[in-house]
């Protein structure tokens, strides 16, 4: 072999070497942040909580703790009473473990947190995606002896989740502290948990079948009915701030309104489904056909989170406002109606009517117990509640048609003798009543459609002169001068 021929080898190689590692250089360079991002963990960890009164499932919940870190599966326990609830859509895993304690209520150290969830879940401004990111499982803690309210607050729960869009990871779970077999049921059902977390691809029921999860909002589902089907039990209850078409059909509502008693030879406006609903949505009723609710917004102050939009626009403490309504009727069934139209409707004031000073006095009492309830709450100072325990506002717009009320200037005169401002709603199908109306703080007429037709069908009026009404009661307003109108 000559010599260049040895040298043009030589120099080949070396030419083939150095282009070998630069290649391999720049290929670790470029797979070098592919792997950091794989391998960089989710900063934010699964909540498990539990809800607990004798502390069973304080020690269910640390048991699950242990075994998902044996599986290297990150979580965090949480006491639900130190947790701030509005945080629950930035989660993406919630493990639940929650026991059921008298009258199928939750314990004491998860009420605001149960409350919270029950209260989000019905409200139509929420939405049904709320926690639509969010994938959980639920495991209930209780006791066949009390009959239908074994597991009562697990179940509720899973429903109320569900409502939000969450994912249902594992039905259920229903341990029995008095059948002898809690600690293999939850075993059971902790090793479904773990299967799906750490990518199982099904997860199967007692059936043998895949579960899936029933992500239909609060409807009534089976765990609900009696065993008999159709049989007695009382009227659904439905929240009335749920927009979801599920509220109980007007047939049903008409039979009972046609049962319902007569006092001095009036009806009685709020009929028991009526009642029934309200109360077990938080409303509380006075007399006959009045209401009050504590408002979210009157919550989130009080926590020191924020108030509504009358606070952003007029200055007004959300948490010293009070709302409530002298008349659960109205003259509409609006599509968009929040009440499902299980209220009453009419004309005119057709039922027993209450005093007015007795309206004002239970509400500003029952407002003021729904406060103190607030005592405790994160976040909730005791300058704010006690402010809170004197309310300066009162929004009569809860529910209804407020102005129906044949007293309503004596109970607008009653809170301002007691220097409590009013904020009243009227859907102008009343326009004698606005004129005759004493100044109120401020009055506000809906105004849901710019034309005949479209308010015909947008409000679905009982009055065949709805439109009429509805243009003079809009020419009242340029007589209230004093007024904040819009």
């Known amino acids: 072999m000559s010599p260049s021929s040895f040298s043009t080898r030589l120099t080949l190689l070396a030419l083939l070497s150095a282009t070998t590692f630069y290649l391999l250089y720049k290929s670790r360079r470029r797979l070098k942040p592919l792997k950091q991002l794989t391998l960089n963990p989710n900063p934010r960890k699964g909540k498990l909580f539990f809800i607990t009164q004798t502390g069973t499932s304080k020690a269910l919940a640390q048991r699950l703790l242990n075994l998902l870190s044996s599986n290297n599966i990150p979580f965090d326990i949480v006491d639900p009473q130190n947790y701030e609830p509005e945080d629950l859509p930035k989660e993406s895993l919630i493990l639940i473990i929650a026991s059921t304690w008298e009258d199928g209520n939750p314990p004491q150290n998860s009420k605001f947190f149960v409350n919270w969830l029950a209260e989000i879940s019905t409200d139509f401004r929420a939405g049904n995606l709320l926690l639509s990111d969010c994938k959980f499982a639920v495991f209930g803690v209780g006791s066949r002896v009390y009959g239908e309210t074994f597991n009562a607050v697990a179940r509720d729960l899973g429903k109320r989740l569900r409502g939000l869009g969450a994912t249902e990871m594992v039905a259920v779970g229903e341990g029995d502290v008095d059948g002898g077999a809690l600690g293999s049921v939850f075993e059971e059902w902790s090793e479904k948990v773990v299967t799906v977390l750490k990518g199982g691809l099904a997860v199967e029921n007692e059936n043998g079948i895949v579960y899936e999860s029933d992500v239909g909002s609060l409807e009534s589902d089976d765990d609900d009915d009696d065993d008999g089907g159709g049989g007695g039990g009382g009227e659904e209850i439905v929240d009335l701030e749920d927009i979801a078409g599920k509220g109980p059909s007007r047939k049903k509502s008409v039979n009972v309104a046609e049962t319902n008693e007569k006092l001095d030879g009036k009806r009685e406006m709020v009929t028991p489904v009526i009642r029934a609903n309200l109360e077990k949505q938080g409303y509380k009723i006075i007399g006959s056909h009045s209401g009050v609710k504590i408002c979210r917004w009157t919550k989130s102050q009080l926590r020191g989170r924020g108030g509504c939009y009358k606070h952003s626009f007029y200055g007004i403490e959300s948490h010293r406002c009070m709302e409530a309504t002298p008349s659960l009727a109205c003259a509409n069934k609006c599509v968009f109606c929040w009440?499902?139209?299980?209220?009453?409707?009419?004309?005119?004031?057709?039922?027993?009517?209450?005093?007015?000073?007795?309206?004002?006095?239970?509400?500003?009492?029952?407002?003021?117990?729904?406060?103190?309830?607030?005592?405790?709450?994160?976040?909730?100072?005791?300058?704010?509640?006690?402010?809170?325990?004197?309310?300066?506002?009162?929004?009569?717009?809860?529910?209804?048609?407020?102005?129906?009320?044949?007293?309503?200037?004596?109970?607008?005169?009653?809170?301002?003798?007691?220097?409590?401002?009013?904020?009243?709603?009227?859907?102008?199908?009343?326009?004698?009543?606005?004129?005759?109306?004493?100044?109120?703080?401020?009055?506000?007429?809906?105004v849901d459609a710019a034309t005949k037709d479209s308010l015909k069908a947008i409000d679905r009026p009982i009055f065949g002169d709805f439109w009429e009404r509805f243009i003079v009661s809009i020419s009242f307003l340029k007589t209230r001068k004093i007024e904040l109108k819009h």
């Open 339 to 446: 009440r499902h139209h299980t209220n009453p409707v009419g004309k005119s004031w057709q039922w027993k009517m209450d005093d007015p000073l007795e309206i004002v006095n239970t509400a500003i009492d029952l407002h003021t117990k729904m406060i103190k309830q607030m005592k405790g709450v994160p976040g909730v100072t005791q300058e704010r509640l006690l402010e809170g325990l004197s309310p300066r506002h009162c929004a009569l717009s809860l529910v209804g048609e407020p102005i129906m009320y044949p007293e309503i200037n004596m109970l607008v005169d009653e809170l301002h003798r007691r220097r409590i401002s009013t904020f009243l709603v009227t859907n102008a199908q009343f326009p004698e009543k606005i004129k005759m109306l004493k100044p109120v703080t401020q009055l506000y007429v809906s």
